[in-house]
C-alpha cells in the first residue's frame, strides 16, 4: 500500500499542517515572503519506504547566468528531536507524527501566514548557517549570504547590504575560480551582484516582473517583511 503513495498525497497532508503554505508542484509549498520564494519540499527515499521534509529559500531575482548555473537555491532537511535529519515512514502520510510538525515549525522559526521582520528572518538563518551540514558547505553559507542581501536590498537597508556584501566577498575568496564559474555561470557574477546593488528600482521591478509573468508563483500566497 505505501509504495503507492504518492509524493503529491503526501504532500497535500503536509499542506494541512503548514498554514500560509500552498502547492506549487507535487512536492513543493511555498509562499512568497518579500523578495523570496520560501517552503517546504517533501522529498520521497522509494527504496527504503520513507520520506523526509526540506525547508526551501529562493530569491526571486538571482545572479546566475541563464543557462549556466543552477542559481541560489538552499534546500536543507528538517532535524528530528535527536538532532538528526528527520525522516519519516511512508505508512504515515496521512497520520504526520506531531513530534514531526513541531519539528519543522520550530526550525523555520517564522510566522509561515504573517508578515515578518527582518530581524525575524535573520534570526532563522543565523540558526540554520550553525548546522554541521551547513558550516560544511562554503556554498550554502554563501547562498545564506545572498539571502540576507537580497532581503537587505528589499527593505533599503544599507548597513545590512555593505554587511552581506562584505561576507559574500569573504568566503568567496577561498573558492577557486572554476568553482565560481560553475556556480554562478561565470566570473562576472560580482559585476551583475553590484549592479543589482546599485539599482534598486531596477531590482524591485523585476520582482513585480516575475511574478505577473509566471503564472505558477502569481497563485502562490504572500506576505511581505519589514524592518
Given at each position: 500500500?505505501?509504495?503507492?503513495?504518492s509524493?503529491?498525497?503526501?504532500?497535500?497532508?503536509?499542506?494541512?499542517?503548514?498554514?500560509?503554505?500552498?502547492?506549487?508542484?507535487?512536492?513543493?509549498?511555498?509562499?512568497?515572503?518579500?523578495?523570496?520564494?520560501?517552503?517546504?519540499?517533501?522529498?520521497?527515499?522509494?527504496?527504503?519506504?520513507?520520506?523526509?521534509?526540506?525547508?526551501?529559500?529562493?530569491p526571486?531575482?538571482?545572479?546566475?547566468?541563464?543557462?549556466?548555473?543552477?542559481?541560489?537555491?538552499?534546500?536543507?532537511?528538517?532535524?528530528?528531536?535527536?538532532?538528526?535529519?528527520l525522516?519519516?515512514?511512508?505508512?504515515?502520510?496521512d497520520?504526520?507524527?506531531?513530534?514531526?510538525?513541531?519539528?519543522?515549525?520550530?526550525?523555520?522559526?517564522?510566522?509561515l501566514?504573517?508578515?515578518?521582520?527582518?530581524?525575524?528572518?535573520?534570526?532563522?538563518?543565523?540558526?540554520?548557517?550553525?548546522?554541521i551540514?551547513?558550516?560544511?558547505?562554503?556554498?550554502?553559507?554563501?547562498?545564506?549570504?545572498?539571502?540576507?542581501?537580497?532581503?537587505?536590498?528589499?527593505?533599503?537597508?544599507?548597513?545590512?547590504?555593505?554587511?552581506?556584501?562584505?561576507?559574500?566577498?569573504?568566503?568567496?575568496?577561498?573558492?577557486?575560480?572554476?568553482?565560481?564559474?560553475?556556480?554562478?555561470?561565470?566570473?562576472?557574477?560580482?559585476?551583475?551582484?553590484?549592479?543589482?546593488?546599485?539599482?534598486?528600482?531596477?531590482?524591485?521591478?523585476?520582482?513585480?516582473?516575475?511574478?505577473?509573468?509566471?503564472?505558477?508563483?502569481?497563485?502562490?500566497?504572500?506576505?511581505?517583511?519589514?524592518?
Amino acid at each position: 500500500m505505501t509504495e503507492k503513495v504518492s509524493s503529491k498525497t503526501i504532500t497535500q497532508e503536509w499542506l494541512k499542517s503548514l498554514p500560509g503554505l500552498s502547492m506549487y508542484s507535487g512536492t513543493r509549498l511555498f509562499k512568497i515572503l518579500g523578495p523570496l520564494v520560501i517552503g517546504v519540499e517533501i522529498i520521497k527515499i522509494p527504496a527504503r519506504g520513507r520520506y523526509a521534509p526540506y525547508f526551501v529559500f529562493i530569491p526571486l531575482v538571482d545572479l546566475k547566468e541563464d543557462g549556466k548555473a543552477r542559481g541560489t537555491q538552499i534546500v536543507i532537511q528538517a532535524r528530528d528531536t535527536d538532532n538528526r535529519q528527520l525522516f519519516i515512514s511512508e505508512e504515515q502520510y496521512d497520520a504526520i507524527p506531531p513530534t514531526a510538525i513541531d519539528c519543522v515549525l520550530t526550525q523555520f522559526s517564522i510566522s509561515l501566514d504573517q508578515d515578518i521582520t527582518q530581524q525575524a528572518l535573520y534570526r532563522m538563518i543565523d540558526n540554520f548557517t550553525g548546522w554541521i551540514e551547513v558550516k560544511a558547505r562554503i556554498r550554502y553559507l554563501i547562498d545564506f549570504h545572498l539571502i540576507k542581501l537580497h532581503t537587505a536590498l528589499y527593505l533599503d537597508d544599507e548597513i545590512q547590504i555593505q554587511e552581506s556584501l562584505r561576507s559574500i566577498r569573504e568566503e568567496t575568496a577561498a573558492v577557486p575560480e572554476t568553482t565560481l564559474i560553475a556556480w554562478f555561470g561565470d566570473l562576472a557574477w560580482e559585476q551583475r551582484l553590484n549592479t543589482m546593488v546599485t539599482n534598486r528600482a531596477a531590482y524591485l521591478e523585476q520582482i513585480r516582473e516575475k511574478i505577473k509573468k509566471d503564472k505558477k508563483l502569481s497563485k502562490l500566497p504572500r506576505n511581505d517583511i519589514y524592518r
